[in-house]
């Protein structure tokens, strides 16, 4: 799927090369969309005050309520766009709902989808005029009110859609997804199945538009009965035997499969019947049911691609590696032959750009009617491996003559990272090498042998000044998207590229003429530098085959400033006429003249660094003094301190505020510094990691200073926080540079990275390997050492991969590290623990503040994962959040943090209480702050 998303805090994302094999229709998704939300669920207790959930100051809560804006999916004519209408947060209810954790992915047997899905709530058709102006607005109409919309897609000629719904859950009755089709003509929906007993399964693939008329639907077989039920008694010990001495290291998977009724139940869920439906109504199955995980039609209809993945499965890695099987069938489902089945890839190793032996990426060609290529890898997928070539690039048509063998394309010596096709003359192949930083992209003839490849691009993709762009796509007539080439007046043959345009100012977004034969190029557009943000977002005059004419040429824009949100425009050569195409009002107009700067400083080693500040509306800091800040922020890895000082996004771009954003808190009067750069840099041989603490402090540093210098940061009240590896980061300011922050908030951290042996972030090396690194980098070994107020937030269901292992799996993977062991285990039942895993290194970590007196609070979000979604959890961190710096930030006047650490002895016990927010002051906390008598209970987690 083509699936291109703008966002406000970076630039223009373009799909990875060689994603371009076939694609449906442009989907923008507006840079102010929110995770999907909905009203407050009726059983659940929202309060300012007592027991259960908290809601913040209203100021804040208004603009995390405001109402989201629909996201724009444009026809493959260009002659529509429809605005699918999206609803508000999800309650808890929805979060609670039961879900099967199985092979490293989460179930709504329900639904038999993957679980937390977002939906679409209506679907409403405008034209396009050629005046760049939306005709009169159609809503798609006929399924039932309340469904739930989701996968919508377009026809390949554009005359229909296809979408999933859903219905039913709040009566409890079967909501299991069924696939309907709408004439874009009149709006009017159906049922693409005439049967009511014909579902979809969306656990992988959910069906693809194979021609016009025609679908292919991943169905659940009519035949599937009911989920197996899980024995009362095992049928034997749980067993993982390395008897073979393999060398075996994988990260800290979530949400693996436990025993044999995991698999059966994964089974159950997964496995599909393929059904060929026409507009028509007439149906036909194909194949066997399997575990179908991707169908791919060839550009001419005739063949399909179809991967499954099959027994034998594992218990230590997700089903992304399990046994994997390619096949080719005609579109009518005959068998034609096997194009390869790969075994259980447990081994594949932790360095990066390690990979899974045998054929990979294996994909159509988007310029030829039914040509399959692939890579295999050189060096046993073994990053540590030197050889050369490291990857080979192989082509075949579908239809082999007898004896004919599949044609070595290209050779590489990185890794490969994707092709951009175009046609037999122009294909552009990608390679790449993280160790070095170094990526490379080559100019191929594909259909001239006596044509060299040659070397386009030979840079460091840390270099963000040096980026190129990447070539603009246009689409085929047979639905894929190729390199558009563009025509002039003379006989050259011209790309466009589209990039970022990075520079010591900021971003200035630029699409450029790229003349591929002598390297020239002209810049045909480029971003306003002084008071707007602007990006290409695809091109528009593609609606037929051949090369584009560049006085013809039309583009889609989206245009922003500091306080004027993304909208999106018409642009057209030659005279570059440019029309507005949408109206979207201010998503939080009481914010809508914030101050925003774009600040840059030196740390102490002469590393450049830049940070985004912003400020309330109407701060004059010559009147109005310092304010109390909040420093959020992500550190980053880097082989260069060049790259490292270069300056990333635009000082134009919108200030897109999500529902848990830092910047929430200008509404409540306080600085935030965004994203200040926190490079942790190993040049040459040197790890990064090695010198993580150093670095960290000197960024921080250099931070705080420069908003202090400013006048607008008071150097007693600045708090700092951060989420995943924020959150970790946080933790270790507070443990090595007390002197810097007055309180700390961490959502969803891990804090003791000899949990994570394996490797973790970019870190690729074993605890064995660098045993001082992964000690020193722990906070949780520094536990003694932090002394300022720690908020901890965790969702009770993280399935983040940096987590906390099993103590079995634990040893099983440190055994099988070491070649010289032999060794079977036996694992006692661990029913229970997987739901704990990932969250204890939060309580763990506050077990080990408590023990030393710090000052501490742990919440654990019920059903929330590494991210969180429902109203209630949001709004409760939210009031969390708030709480902790109205508290420890604006009315801090202590300069050393010190003492307001309770001593040992103060601390309250509350082991005994079942209380799911936790203090090492104290119980449940009021919004004001008072000990509430009796603790809010445990709530019920699923597992």
Not at 437 to 460: A, E, M, Q
Not at 477 to 495: F, L, Q
Not at 591 to 614: C, F, H, I, N, P
Not at 649 to 678: D, H, M, V
């Amino acid at each position: 799927m083509f699936l291109l998303r703008i966002s406000h805090r970076f630039p223009l994302l373009h799909p990875s090369p060689g994603s371009f094999s076939t694609a449906p229709p442009l989907l923008l998704v507006h840079p102010l969309l929110r995770a999907p939300r909905g009203r407050p669920p009726r059983a659940i207790n929202i309060s300012s005050n007592g027991n259960g959930y908290h809601l913040p100051p209203k100021d804040i809560r208004d603009i995390v309520d405001a109402p989201p804006l629909p996201a724009l999916s444009f026809s493959p004519q260009r002659d529509r766009i429809l605005f699918l209408k999206r609803r508000a947060l999800p309650p808890l209810s929805d979060l609670a709902r039961p879900e099967e954790k199985l092979a490293g992915i989460r179930i709504d047997g329900n639904c038999n989808t993957r679980s937390r899905m977002s939906f679409y709530t209506g679907i409403v058709i405008h034209s396009l005029e050629n005046d760049g102006s939306l005709g009169p607005e159609k809503e798609v109409h006929g399924f039932p009110d309340g469904a739930k919309i989701n996968f919508v897609s377009w026809s390949r000629d554009g005359r229909y859609l296809a979408f999933s719904i859903r219905a039913g859950e709040e009566n409890n009755i079967n909501n299991k997804l069924k696939v309907w089709v709408a004439d874009v003509e009149t709006g009017q929906a159906r049922p693409l199945f005439q049967s009511p007993d014909v579902y979809l399964n969306a656990v992988f693939d959910n069906y693809i538009w194979v021609d016009d008329s025609t679908l292919l639907v991943c169905t659940i077989p009519i035949s599937r009965g009911e989920p197996p039920n899980k024995p009362l008694v095992p049928s034997g010990p749980k067993v993982q035997s390395n008897e073979q001495q393999n060398v075996v290291q994988v990260r800290t998977f979530q949400d693996l499969l436990k025993d044999e009724y995991d698999a059966d139940l994964f089974d159950y869920y997964a496995t599909s019947q393929l059904m060929l439906a026409s507009l028509d109504g007439t149906t036909m199955p194909i194949g066997p049911p399997a575990v179908y995980t991707s169908v791919d039609p060839s550009p001419d209809q005739k063949f399909l691609l179809i991967t499954s993945i099959h027994q034998p499965y594992s218990y230590i890695v997700p089903c992304g590696r399990f046994p994997k099987k390619v096949d080719l069938w005609t579109t009518d489902g005959k068998f034609v032959r096997e194009i390869c089945d790969l075994p259980l890839a447990e081994d594949i190793p932790i360095a990066f750009n390690s990979v899974r032996k045998g054929k990979r990426s294996i994909n159509w060609r988007p310029d030829k009617p039914s040509t399959i290529y692939w890579v295999e890898t050189q060096d046993g997928g073994d990053a540590k491996v030197e050889v050369s070539p490291r990857d080979i690039i192989y082509t075949e048509p579908a239809e082999l003559l007898d004896g004919e063998q599949a044609e070595i394309l290209h050779k590489l010596d990185l890794r490969y990272g994707g092709i951009s096709w175009c046609d037999e003359s122009l294909a552009l192949v990608y390679e790449s090498w993280y160790k070095t930083r170094r990526t490379r992209t080559w100019v191929i003839s594909p259909g001239c042998k006596d044509v060299s490849p040659r070397i386009l691009f030979d840079r460091s993709s840390e270099d963000v000044y040096s980026d190129p762009g990447s070539p603009m796509m246009r689409r085929t007539s047979t639905g894929t998207y190729v390199i558009a080439k563009v025509r002039k007046d003379d006989d050259e043959t011209y790309i466009l590229l589209n990039g970022s345009g990075a520079t010591p100012e900021g971003n200035i977004p630029f699409l450029d003429l790229f003349n591929i034969n002598t390297g020239t190029k002209e810049r045909i557009w480029e971003s306003d530098r002084e008071k707007y943000y602007e990006t290409v977002v695809a091109l528009m005059s593609d609606q037929n085959d051949g090369d584009l004419l560049l006085d013809q040429l039309k583009i889609l824009t989206s245009k922003e400033s500091k306080t004027e949100n993304a909208q999106y425009y018409l642009q057209t050569w030659p005279e570059k006429q440019v029309v507005q195409i949408t109206q979207f009002p201010h998503p939080y107009p009481q914010l809508a003249s914030l101050q925003k700067e774009l600040v840059k400083y030196q740390r102490k080693d002469g590393v450049q660094l830049t940070a985004t500040l912003y400020l309330p509306p109407n701060y004059d800091p010559a009147k109005d003094g310092p304010l109390p800040c909040l420093f959020w922020s992500y550190p980053g890895e880097f082989k260069s301190k060049d790259a490292a000082g270069q300056v990333r996004g635009s000082p134009n771009e919108f200030a897109g505020i999500g529902p848990t954003s830092a910047l929430l808190w200008l509404a409540r009067g306080f600085a935030i510094l965004s994203g200040p750069t926190i490079p942790i840099i190993g040049e040459g041989d040197e790890e990064a990691n090695d010198r993580y603490v150093e670095q960290l402090v000197a960024s921080a540093e250099a931070a705080v200073e420069e908003v202090v210098r400013r006048g607008v940061a008071h150097p007693h009240k600045i708090a700092v926080g951060g989420h995943s590896y924020g959150a970790f980061m946080t933790a270790n300011l507070l443990a090595h540079a007390p002197h810097l922050f007055c309180c700390g908030i961490a959502r969803s951290g891990a804090y003791n990275r000899t949990l994570t042996p394996f490797g973790f972030q970019n870190e690729d090396r074993t605890l064995w390997e660098a045993t001082d690194t992964y000690v020193q980098m722990s906070p949780f070994l520094s536990a003694n050492k932090i002394k300022k107020p720690l908020l901890l937030v965790h969702g009770e269901e993280d399935n983040n991969s940096g987590t906390l292992t099993m103590q079995t799996a634990y040893i099983l993977q440190k055994l099988k590290y070491k070649p010289d062991s032999v060794l079977r285990v036996k694992r006692k039942s661990l029913d229970g623990e997987q739901a704990q895993m990932w969250l204890k290194f939060s309580e763990r970590f506050f077990n080990a503040l408590k023990g030393h007196g710090a000052l501490c609070r742990l919440v654990i979000l019920p059903f929330e994962s590494h991210g969180y979604a429902a109203r209630e959890s949001i709004m409760h961190v939210l009031w969390e959040t708030d709480r902790w710096l109205q508290k420890y930030c604006i009315t801090n006047n202590d300069k050393s943090g010190e003492s307001d650490a309770p001593k040992s002895d103060e601390v309250k016990n509350t082991d005994k209480t079942e209380s799911k927010m936790l203090s090492a002051t104290g119980g449940g906390i009021t919004q004001e702050g008072q000990e509430l008598e009796n603790p809010p209970s445990t709530w019920r987690s699923l597992l």
